[in-house]
Structure formats: structure tokens, C-alpha cells
């Protein structure tokens, strides 16, 4: 054993950029003094933005906020077919702030589940124009298949609808695809509290992905650190190989010898 | 008359797509523009001249999930 060997980083690679972070921050339903903030301390390397309509008059944007090392991962939502993804991925890119895009399709306005056939065809398009795309998705095996053939640089598979806070409610799906499919799966939606960020990461989750659960926490930037710190510490858990599970009855920790009564 | 992010505007002068930006304070690094449905380059701001009907959309980052 060589014991001056230097431990190889723990990173995971999209679209040829290597991060160290897992956690992906979104910026959704916060106050632009608040965003620089929550970066620092989620100690994130990749932040969603959504693509909408300027101002005129030189009012701050968002950008300002955002150190300039950071990944910038701009959104679809809107979209509500492949075709509008598409042109609002293209609109990303023309802002000129990199190549990555989360391509989200959305038809139904009650629940914001994400519709997984536009997804596909959106990431096909998408990925031949050299983006590297990030899908997010409703946990899907055959889906996540097609997306993974169609060139999408990862999975990301909703915990529960968008905004709800309610943690991994697709929980077994979710497992299924981390087992099955060979790209990062990143967890995206629903996750509402560093338990559930921490476990999914337990499961062997590449990265998670959160925005409400911090927007709307009482102490935003100290949320956004919980987030951080239970995100690392569900992947050590992850790397370091979780201990069994029995069914039935104990295994005592203390021995069973050498008690006083003997 | 042309129809910025779907609302009309008159211009009074010959206008460029740049001209037009920059008279209405728009941070030209941070935005992309798609004229009558196509994304039109930063570098062809400065030589395309507006025309009556023109379609402008301009649009730049904000905050999301």
C-alpha cells in the first residue's frame, strides 16, 4: 500500500466540466440580495435561472448576483412541448452564459408534472445542437432510457411536484433509476428538507437539486447551508456503504459476555 | 409601429435593433433577441434596421427553479 497516494476528488463530470458540489441551487422565489447569499453558503457550483421577458430602464438582474465561477443552468419552464423548449433553450444560449440547459416540459398547470415524451424529443434536438442537456423528468425507467439515448448528460428525476416540499414520494422509482441507468441521476423537485436531500444522495443519487424548500425557510442563506451539509453528508454515507438492515428481533452493539452477574 | 415583448410601440426615426436597446437602458450582455421569430445575433444588433410589423422579444435571466 502506497500511503502518500492523494485520494482521488470526489466529482461527477456533465458536459465534460467536473464539480465537486452537489448541490444544485435554484434561484426561484428569492431576493436578488439574498441569491449571493445562498450561493456562498450551499456552496454551490451550478444555479438554475428561467428565461422571461426583459425590462426596459436598466433595472439589476439576477446575473450581478451570481459569482462568475458558477455553472449557469437555465430552465425551459414555460415550455409546454418540445418545440417551445427548444426555442427557449436556443434564447439561453443566445444570452451567452454557456451551453448547459434543463429542458422542462410542462402541460398540466395543476400538478407541473413534467411531460416525458416532449422531454425526449426536446432532448434529442437539443443534444445534436451541441447543449448539454439536463432533463428533468417524472421517474420513468424506459423514459430515462430514451432520454439517456437521445444524449441528455443526466437524469433528473422528480421526489415530488414542483414546489411541495414533500420529499422523495417517488422514492423506489428513483432507486430503480440510479441502478439501472449509467449517467448521474440528479434529484430534482419536491425535496423540502435536508433529511430527504440527504437521503437521496444515501441512495447514490449524483447530486440533488433544491429551490423552494430554501426560498421558503425562515432563515434562507442558514437553509441553504443545512442543504449543503446534508447533502455531504449523504454521500460519504453513500460511499462509505450503509450497514444492513435486520427484519426481525436485535443484534446487540455491546457484548454478551463477561457481564457482572456472572 | 412594432411590438416589443407584445407591446406596441411607436418609433418616430429610422431605428436600429441596437439603437432601440439602448435608448430603452436595456443591459445588452445580459439579454438575447429574437426578431419576427428568430434569434437574431448580438453581432447584427447594430446593422439591422426596424421595419413597421417587426415582432421583438427580448429577454434575459431571472430567478428559477
Request: contains cysteine; negative net charge.
Amino acid at each position: 500500500m502506497d500511503n502518500t497516494e492523494i485520494k482521488k476528488a470526489d466529482t461527477f463530470t456533465l458536459g465534460g466540466k467536473e464539480f465537486t458540489s452537489r448541490f444544485i441551487l435554484g434561484s426561484g422565489k428569492f431576493s436578488l440580495d439574498l441569491v449571493k447569499a445562498c450561493v456562498e453558503k450551499a456552496g454551490a457550483q451550478i444555479i438554475t435561472l428561467a428565461l422571461r421577458r426583459a425590462n426596459e430602464g436598466g433595472l439589476a438582474n439576477i446575473l450581478d448576483y451570481i459569482p462568475e465561477d458558477v455553472t449557469l443552468l437555465p430552465n425551459t419552464s414555460g415550455a409546454r412541448n418540445a418545440e417551445e423548449a427548444v426555442r427557449i433553450a436556443r434564447l439561453s444560449r443566445e444570452v451567452g452564459c454557456g451551453n448547459f440547459v434543463k429542458v422542462e416540459v410542462v402541460r398540466d398547470s395543476k400538478y407541473l408534472l413534467p411531460d416525458n415524451y416532449e422531454t425526449i424529443k426536446a432532448t434529442e434536438i437539443l443534444a445534436k445542437e451541441g447543449f448539454v442537456v439536463m432533463p428533468y423528468m417524472y421517474p420513468d425507467l424506459n423514459a430515462a432510457r430514451d432520454l439517456a439515448n437521445a444524449g441528455a448528460a443526466c437524469i433528473m428525476p422528480l421526489g415530488a411536484p414542483i414546489g411541495s416540499n414533500k420529499g422523495l414520494s417517488t422514492k423506489d422509482f428513483i432507486q430503480i433509476l440510479i441502478d439501472e441507468i449509467d449517467l448521474p441521476i440528479i434529484v430534482d423537485a419536491g425535496i423540502g428538507r435536508p433529511s430527504q436531500a440527504c437521503e437521496a444522495m444515501e441512495m447514490g443519487a449524483a447530486a440533488v437539486m433544491a429551490n423552494t424548500a430554501i426560498a421558503t425557510a425562515g432563515d434562507v442563506p442558514a437553509m441553504a447551508e443545512a442543504f449543503k451539509k446534508a447533502i455531504e453528508a449523504g454521500r460519504s454515507a453513500y460511499l462509505s456503504g450503509l450497514g444492513r438492515t435486520i427484519e426481525r428481533g436485535a443484534s446487540a452493539s455491546s457484548p454478551l459476555t463477561g457481564f457482572l452477574q456472572d | 409601429m412594432i411590438i416589443v415583448n407584445g407591446k406596441e410601440i411607436n418609433l418616430t426615426e429610422d431605428t436600429t435593433v441596437a439603437e432601440y436597446l439602448e435608448q430603452n437602458q436595456y443591459q445588452v450582455k445580459r439579454i438575447a433577441v429574437e426578431l419576427n421569430g428568430d434569434i437574431l445575433p448580438k453581432y447584427s444588433y447594430s446593422d439591422t434596421m426596424l421595419k413597421d410589423g417587426d415582432r421583438l422579444e427580448v429577454v434575459t435571466f431571472v430567478g428559477g427553479g
